[in-house]
Each structure stands twice: as C-alpha cells, then as structure tokens.
C-alpha cells in the first residue's frame, strides 16, 4: 500500500513561477525525502527532512514537513524549464529502513 | 563516476522466458534495491539487500529472485516472465541501510513481456 500520496497529480506553470507539490502519509516516520526523475532517468535525491525537524532548504528548495498532519511540501521558488520533471516523496515506516515512494506530482514548466 | 549502471536498457521477452537484470555500483554502498515502476502507481520495493550476503522482500517479491553477488552487485531474475511483469526496473544504492540514507539511483531496465 502507498505510504506517500502526492498532490497535485499533474501541475503547469510559467517560468519564474513558484511550483508547491505536497505529500501526505499514513504512519509515524523517522525522516521524509524528495527525489526528481526527469523522462527517462532514474530518480536523482534532492533533499531529506528528519522526523524533528520542521523546515529544511537547499538552494532553491524549501521542504516544510508537519508531522501532527502527516504531511510534507516541497516548493520550488523562482522555476526554470530544467525544473520539468516528476516529483517522488519517499517516506520510511518508523523501525524500517524500507523507503516507500509516493505516486508522484508531475511539474511542467512552460518558458 | 558512473554510479549505478543497470543492464540491459531495453529488452521484449516472450511469457515464459527467463531473464537476469544486472546491477553495479562503484561507491563502496552496503545496501541495495530493486523498484519497478508501473505508471500511476509509483516506485514499489521488489527486494533490497542491507548489506552483503543479506537479501529481504519488499512489497511486491512475487515472481523475482535476487543475488547479492559481492558488494557491488546485485541482480534480479525473472524466472517465468509474465506479461503483468512489464515494467520499468530500478536498481538503487544507499551508503547503508537504516533511516536518513539517501539512495542513489540507475537509469532503469525498460522490459516488455509479449
């Protein structure tokens, strides 16, 4: 079964434009982690947020995660083409280290 | 550094053959994973190995075998290919297994069973 569900499924924005896709998850975690996967590749890490922590950046990426709502964003600030790609949360049941990844949120950016 | 280097890229098989995908990794990793990708539903965990000579089921093992030949490789057999096995294959490396390791991913087997 899906631990992580994404949302949206599918997203299209204008280059420049800030893009947000969410995960939600079901059972305790121990740490959350965003991948991309650009058509036709395998999945590339973009970041990783632990379970005690509330907020995390690296470059132009921001990963809030709130765990009393079983829930995690990743926003894309200041977007480019090279942003085109489909977005995987992962997440880990507490006392695994099996990674479950959700569906995946699909981002178009149109130049 | 070619990281994770899954073979073959492509491949059509008939119902009923057999096949091994391979799988190396050159960063010194303990733990590997097969995925397959169906669209709409993600990356599932087929098998993963912690460390070598160690392998474990993931969500959907049905109808797969694994090796964890030494450190660097790990191969996935399909024994009796079924059409319902037509998917794209990952192999996937972390430093270790356990929480907080980031995993590092080949560019996947595309198989179709006819």
């Known amino acids: 079964s899906q631990q992580g569900e994404e949302d949206p499924q599918a997203l299209s924005i204008q280059e420049g434009e800030n893009a947000t896709m969410n995960c939600s998850y079901k059972?305790?975690?121990?740490?959350l982690q965003w991948y991309r996967q650009n058509s036709g590749r395998g999945l590339v890490h973009l970041i990783l947020?632990?379970?005690?922590?509330r907020e995390k950046h690296s470059g132009r990426l921001r990963v809030t995660l709130d765990t009393s709502k079983k829930s995690s964003s990743l926003l894309i600030t200041a977007s480019r083409a090279a942003d085109t790609a489909s977005y995987f949360c992962?997440?880990?049941?507490?006392?695994?280290?099996?990674?479950?990844f959700g569906t995946g949120t699909r981002l178009k950016v149109l130049a | 550094n070619a990281g994770v280097t899954q073979t073959p890229k492509f491949q059509v098989l008939k119902t009923g053959q057999s096949m091994t995908l391979q799988c190396a990794q050159d960063?010194?990793?303990?733990?590997m994973y097969w995925y397959r990708q169906d669209p709409g539903m993600g990356l599932r965990l087929i098998y993963y190995?912690?460390?070598?000579?160690?392998?474990d089921k993931g969500e959907v093992p049905n109808g797969y075998n694994v090796s964890r030949l030494n450190k660097r490789e790990f191969s996935l057999r399909l024994e009796s290919a079924a059409p319902s096995q037509t998917s794209v294959y990952f192999c996937?490396?972390?430093?270790?297994?356990?929480?907080?390791?980031?995993?590092?991913f080949g560019d996947g087997t595309r198989l179709s069973i006819l």
């Open positions: 996937a490396s972390s430093e270790r297994g356990g929480v907080g390791q980031p995993q590092h």
């Open positions: 059972t305790s975690i121990n740490n």
């Open positions: 947020i632990r379970s005690n922590e």
């Open positions: 992962a997440t880990d049941a507490s006392g695994t280290y099996k990674y479950i």
């Open positions: 960063m010194n990793h303990n733990s």
């Open positions: 190995s912690a460390s070598e000579g160690t392998t």
